[in-house]
C-alpha cells in the first residue's frame, strides 16, 4: 500500500512554454501532498505544501506565479512550470502523506533547452 | 522551525564494513524520524524509521539509534554490501507538521 506515481517520468520542453507533472496516490487518499525539488548531488528542497480544496503554500524564495499548484482531489496534484527556463531544469518529486509516513513518487526529470 | 544537520556529507567504507550515519535536530517537539535511501535517479525509499518513545530500533542489518535529550539520531548499517552505495537522507517532524530533510549522505561501499 501507500503508491505514489508521478508522470512523466522526464520531459523535455523549449524555454517559454509550461509543463504540468502530476502526482497521484494510488491506493490511499491524500489530504497533503509534497513538491520538492532536488538539484544533483543535492538534498530535496521543499517547494510547496499543496493542500486539497486549498491554495499550496510555498515555501520561502519559491514562485508562486511561476511553479503553480493544483490538488485538485484528495489523489491528484499538480505542479504546472511556467514560462520555464534552463535554470528549472531539475529533478522533481512529489510525495504524499500517508499516517505520518511520507511516500515518494518516483520523480519527473525535466530539462529545458 | 526545525532544522537538521547531518555527518557526514560522504562516506566511503569497504565491503563488509560498518556504516554510520549521524542526524542532529533543534526541535525538540520533532517526534518522528525516518530514514531514506536514494539510488540515483530514482526516488527516496523510506528504510527505517524511529520515534520518540523508543531508544533504538532494528531490521536485518539496519538499525537507527534516537537520544532524544542531546536530540540526535544515527543510522548503522553492518555488512555492508555494494547495493547498499547511495544517498541517504535523515529528516525529523513533528506529527502534523512538515518533514525537514538533512543534506543526504552519499554512502560508498567499496568491493
Known amino acids: 500500500g501507500a503508491v505514489v506515481s508521478q508522470h512523466p517520468s522526464w520531459v523535455i520542453c523549449k524555454s517559454g512554454t509550461s509543463v504540468k507533472i502530476e502526482c497521484r496516490s494510488l491506493d490511499f487518499q491524500a489530504t497533503t501532498m509534497f513538491w520538492y525539488r532536488q538539484f544533483p548531488k543535492q538534498s530535496l528542497m521543499l517547494m510547496a505544501t499543496?493542500?486539497?480544496?486549498?491554495?499550496?503554500?510555498?515555501e520561502q524564495g519559491v514562485e508562486k506565479d511561476k511553479f503553480l499548484i493544483n490538488h485538485a482531489s484528495l489523489t491528484l496534484s499538480t505542479l504546472t512550470v511556467t514560462s520555464a527556463h534552463p535554470e528549472d531544469s531539475s529533478f522533481y518529486i512529489c510525495s504524499a502523506k500517508y499516517r505520518n509516513e511520507q511516500y515518494f513518487g518516483p520523480g519527473t526529470r525535466l530539462t529545458v533547452t | 522551525g526545525e532544522n537538521v544537520e547531518q555527518h557526514p556529507s560522504t562516506l566511503s567504507v569497504q565491503e563488509g564494513d560498518s556504516a554510520v550515519i549521524k542526524c542532529t535536530y533543534s526541535d525538540s517537539a520533532s517526534n518522528y524520524f525516518p530514514w531514506y535511501k536514494q539510488e540515483l535517479g530514482k526516488r527516496p525509499q523510506l528504510i527505517i524509521d524511529?520515534?520518540?518513545?523508543?531508544g533504538e530500533k532494528k531490521d536485518q542489518r539496519i538499525a537507527v539509534t534516537l537520544n532524544k535529550t542531546a536530540k540526535h539520531f544515527s543510522l548503522h548499517i553492518t555488512e555492508t554490501q555494494p547495493e547498499d552505495s547511495a544517498v541517504y537522507f535523515c529528516?525529523?517532524?513533528?506529527?502534523?507538521?512538515?518533514?525537514?530533510f538533512g543534506p543526504g549522505t552519499r554512502l560508498s561501499v567499496l568491493p
Open positions: 529528516a525529523a517532524n513533528n506529527y502534523g507538521q512538515n518533514f525537514v
Open positions: 524511529i520515534r520518540s518513545n523508543v
Open positions: 499543496s493542500n486539497e480544496g486549498s491554495k499550496a503554500t510555498y
